[in-house]
């Protein structure tokens, strides 16, 4: 069925209540396995449909944050999303504390309990008043940031649109769209403060309700994080600053040579990779859907079965418009068993990612739902360093198709891809160390929050230099990293997954048949496995180690300087 043709209805939060305090009773009250699993499974039935209504009125809204209709309708669901888990909970601890536990692990996997227990210790009723309250205060943060009307160029930019001006080669468009952009979140540097000052309180209440010290455990077990806690990350970021940190400082100095900018770097000028240009795509937004096409077609039969699927049920809506929502996601549609992916197009290579990154998040769900059938519907979807690796690996997997994406800037492509993964990963080890002390020490000003966040730009990003330009420059940049507001701890999964998807990099350099089935494996687990399991199933190394940044830290230099840089000006 066509994402169109769809009829949204919205969902009965009384109906949804009696058929979870229904189906607790039957499963708690079921004198044998078999009736006990028959009863979850209608149960999950019946949910499948309820997010699936869910799901579209989120996606309805993002796509025109303008529709009156939808506008409510995403109302609805921010308050109504912390009484539905309250009831899909209860089914869970039904589950969890049935008689036939043992049995129904058996059948379901140790991972779906554990993350029933996960669930337990992260929500209880008493806390749905800051839960809707955060709910609230996310939408009020996305809907500042998507009303962003930025004088420009003579006319009216979205912020996603932004970003083509703020990678152009020529320093005055690009250094004054920088300004422009950092006026923008300047002139709304009081909402934006308040915003997040309300949210860490919000959170940390939370926590202390629940008996935490802080938020920082909350996180983590919303999370579900079962196979690594806060030492292991601070082993990764012992890791990323010992090795990562010093190649990608080396890859600035060399940018700064080749471009001719000063080091270290004002924002804008990191911004600019070559003195050229960025690689931006050969050809439209139609021919890059049409080689997206071409690309997952020849990639594998699976991957092509699925972007049939996509294409054909238009299960995308990728380009930006006024009022639609910035960013890009893709949302799983269980009843119709296929993903919906959402992004903004904005004529950078950013474009190209969304059709590698976002359809690798699609790609993993449909072979979940449409192909492998995985049931329950919360082991379609592994924790989110997993998921990352999906996506973050197919970005490297489109290697061999660059040239119908790129033409000649193909090998800037390369190159900057590389470059972009690496030098990320200081970046995203940053965001989350600066949310384990903002949540640590919540009383914080906003201006200590700032303080923090110069800090550690000093460790994490020494290329750096802030040079007083408008917000960017004074070091208040994090407030426009949504997922700070929006998904406290979620960044760093971004980077365990750059630690898989860089060691798939390496694998396809040398066989790209086996680094293929390898992923191939990881993903036919969907969300059966933990992170650590999942890295087992493909024969990856854990970046807890600290070898494995190391290694990764060298194959990439060795690449990069043995790239061609006669294409690299
Ligand atoms: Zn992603």
């Known amino acids: 069925m066509k994402f169109s043709e769809i009829q949204y209805k919205r969902p009965e939060i009384d109906e949804i209540k009696s058929v979870c305090s229904s189906a607790c009773e039957k499963i708690a009250g079921a004198k044998s396995f078999e009736v006990a699993d028959r009863e979850f499974e209608n149960y999950q039935k019946y949910i ?5 209504m869910l799901y579209i009125a989120v996606v309805r809204h993002s796509i025109n944050t303008e529709d009156e209709f939808y506008d409510k309708e995403n109302d609805f669901v921010d308050e109504v999303s912390p009484q539905l888990t309250e009831y899909t909970e209860s089914v869970d601890k039904a589950l969890f504390e049935s008689k036939f ?25 008493e806390i749905i008043p800051q839960m809707q309250e955060e709910n609230k205060l996310v939408s009020e943060y996305e809907k500042l940031l998507a009303s962003a009307q930025i004088k420009f160029d003579n006319a009216t930019k979205t912020l996603s649109e932004m970003t ?7 320093n005055d468009i690009r250094n004054s769209a920088w300004k422009a952009e950092g006026e923008f979140y300047r002139s709304h540097e009081n909402e934006l403060d308040s915003l997040y000052d309300k949210l860490v309180k919000v959170r940390d209440s939370k926590a202390k309700i629940m008996g935490y010290d802080n938020y920082v455990g909350l996180g983590y077990n919303e999370m579900k994080r079962s196979c690594f806690d806060a030492h292991d990350i601070e082993k990764f970021r012992k890791g990323v600053i010992d090795y990562i940190v010093p190649l990608a400082s080396e890859l600035y ?18 911004a600019l990779l070559f003195k050229s240009g960025n690689a931006r795509p050969s050809g439209t937004s139609e021919d890059i859907l049409n080689h997206a096409k071409k690309f997952y077609h020849e990639l594998s039969p699976q991957t092509a079965a699925f972007i049939d699927s996509m294409y ?58 449409a192909v492998n059938k995985i049931f329950p519907i919360e082991a379609v ?22 040239e119908g994406f790129f033409g000649n800037d193909t090998e800037k492509f390369k190159y900057g891809h590389l470059f972009g993964a690496i030098t990320f990963i200081p970046y995203g080890t940053m965001v989350d160390h600066f949310q384990h002390i903002i949540y640590e020490q919540p009383k914080l000003s906003p201006n200590e929050r700032h303080d923090v966040w110069r800090k550690l730009l000093k460790t994490y990003m020494p290329w750096m230099k802030l040079d007083g330009s408008p917000f960017y420059g004074e070091g208040m ?33 040398s ?59």
């Open 253 to 270: 100095k060399q940018q700064a040579e080749r471009t001719g900018a000063q080091y270290p770097l004002s924002f804008a000028d990191a």
């Open 164 to 170: 083509y001006y703020k990678t152009s080669p020529d």
């Open 48 to 52: 499948k449909k309820i997010m699936t």
């Open 312 to 369: 054909q049920n238009e299960m995308l809506d990728v380009l930006s418009r006024k009022g639609k929502q910035g960013g890009g996601y893709c949302i799983e549609l269980y009843e119709y068993e296929t993903p919906f992916i959402f992004a903004n197009f904005n004529g950078t290579s950013g474009d190209v990612e969304v059709m590698t990154h976002e359809a690798g998040h699609a790609f993993a769900f449909y072979q979940a739902m």
């Open 477 to 509: 940049g994090w407030q426009r990293q949504s997922h700070i507001y929006s998904s406290p701890f979620y960044y760093i999964d971004y980077c365990l997954a750059q630690a898989a998807a860089l060691q798939f990099w390496r694998l396809a350099q």
């Open 511 to 569: 066989d790209m048949k086996d680094a293929w089935n390898r992923y191939m494996e990881l993903v036919s687990h969907a969300g059966k496995l933990n992170y650590l399991e999942l890295l087992k199933t493909a024969g990856l190394k854990s970046p807890f180690d600290e070898n494995t940044l190391k290694d990764i830290a060298q194959s990439a230099k060795v690449w990069l300087d043995s790239a061609d840089k006669s294409h690299l000006l």
């Open 381 to 402: 979807c592994p924790t989110m360093e997993s998921a990352e690796i999906h996506s973050m690996s197919m970005e490297f997997f489109s290697w061999n198709w660059a």
């Open 101 to 125: 536990k043992d049995q129904l692990e058996n059948k379901y996997g140790k991972l779906f309990f554990k993350n029933i227990e996960l669930s337990m210790k992260s929500f209880s009723p």
